[in-house]
């Protein structure tokens, strides 16, 4: 997580804010011409689209710069879907607003692809998405990291589109040293928003952060990004199931990778509400054997974390603030069957003595995976193409 600030990027367009949807070395597509045609095979995306545009089944496009969906319009990309992005000196990103929505559905052996024409960590700044859900951010809004687009609201159950079998690579694309890309960012987005099956791989920054909101995912999978894999703040109070996170040791990654899982309620304000909550079932997480944090759970969260195994850090399992203790003292935060290969370390007094009282609790410094593939065997609901 990088400390966010009230300045925003946004690309800097000479003939300002584009109307066009797409096009290509030899033609444009305008979107509102043919409102949910598709966009020719090997189109170049940008700009923005103010109605439904579609993104056929098997087709590779080009992303240049920033790719903006407008309240009212929905992005269609259908299964089998190859988006890379252009590596120059403008940073390229999808950025859902408001009122807006994605509709990326792959399958399991045909999924939804964006990468980039450099296949390294940083190069392309990932998918951003605006909803009407809750924030604790000040005044109960926030703007986007990138882009500069509104979030939060009091719909909890607002609906931003769906993701379904997507495989982000190469996200993180850094403005400075506290701006960077995620590989998707959800700031506000609401339950009526369907997540699933998304797999963030090697990217500079978080694989996926959530800023409040309160959109559930699920069999979502984050392979050697350099900072945090699950990132959240800002009260997201939604579940998590089925959630994988592998950190490649840095021997042979040739970077080293933060926490597996950091938590936060609100930096500024740890006594923020709605509080961060969220529940979170069925978690792998295996670090790359450095010192640093496993799940670090501080700044006011809250969570209730059910059959986890968490093993290759340093301090598996880390818990800070007062807040933070509390919720587990008193027991609003629960923590159940949960592997961790060292024991709990806390600044407050919610201690390692409290965590194994839970019976179905244990530390147990024999507990790795000697691999991705070996977690791949573990998890059936890991099977296709999509992930790598």
Not at 182 to 208: L, M, P, Q, R, W
Request: glycine letters at 12%.
């Amino acid at each position: 997580m990088k400390t966010m600030k009230s300045k925003f990027y946004s690309l800097a367009l000479a003939a300002g804010m584009l109307t066009l949807t797409a096009c290509s070395d030899d033609n444009t597509n305008d979107s509102n011409n043919d409102k949910g045609n598709g966009i020719e095979n090997g189109s170049i995306l940008k700009g923005t689209i103010t109605e439904d545009v579609t993104l056929k089944a098997g087709n590779t496009y080009k992303l240049s710069g920033e790719y903006i969906v407008e309240a009212g319009a929905t992005l269609n990309i259908e299964e089998g879907v190859k988006i890379i992005s252009v590596y120059d000196n403008i940073v390229d990103y999808i950025l859902v607003k408001q009122g807006a929505k994605i509709n990326a559905v792959g399958t399991p052996d045909k999924p939804i692809v964006m990468t980039s024409e450099k296949e390294e960590p940083g190069a392309w700044g990932g998918i951003h998405i605006c909803g009407k859900a809750h924030t604790n951010a000040e005044g109960g809004k926030g703007s986007s990291e990138i882009g500069g687009a509104v979030y939060g609201g009091n719909d909890d159950a607002d609906n931003s589109g769906t993701l379904q079998y997507i495989r982000l690579e190469y996200t993180g694309f850094a403005f400075d040293e506290e701006h960077e890309a995620n590989g998707i960012s959800f700031y506000g987005v609401g339950n009526g928003t369907i997540v699933d099956h998304c797999e963030a791989y090697k990217g500079s920054d978080d694989g996926f952060e959530f800023f409040g909101g309160s959109v559930n995912v699920s069999n979502m999978v984050v392979v050697s990004c350099s900072d945090d894999s699950f990132d959240w703040t800002e009260g997201w109070n939604g579940k998590g199931t089925d959630l994988v996170a592998y950190q490649e040791a840095k021997a042979t990654l040739g970077y080293d990778c933060d926490c597996l899982i950091e938590a936060d309620n609100n930096e500024n304000d740890n006594a923020a509400t709605p509080v961060s909550h969220p529940v979170l079932k069925n978690l792998i997480l295996a670090g790359n054997g450095e010192s640093k944090q496993g799940i670090r759970l501080r700044r006011g969260t809250q969570a209730d974390i059910d059959n986890a195994k968490v093993c290759g850090k340093g301090q598996p399992l880390v818990v800070e603030s007062a807040l933070t203790n509390a919720a587990l003292k008193n027991g609003t935060s629960r923590l159940t069957n949960m592997t961790v290969t060292a024991a709990l370390k806390s600044d407050g007094d919610y201690t390692n003595d409290d965590f194994t009282a839970v019976t179905s609790n244990k530390v147990d410094a024999t507990l790795s995976y000697a691999s991705f593939d070996a977690i791949k065997a573990a998890c059936d609901w890991m099977k296709g193409n999509w992930i790598k």
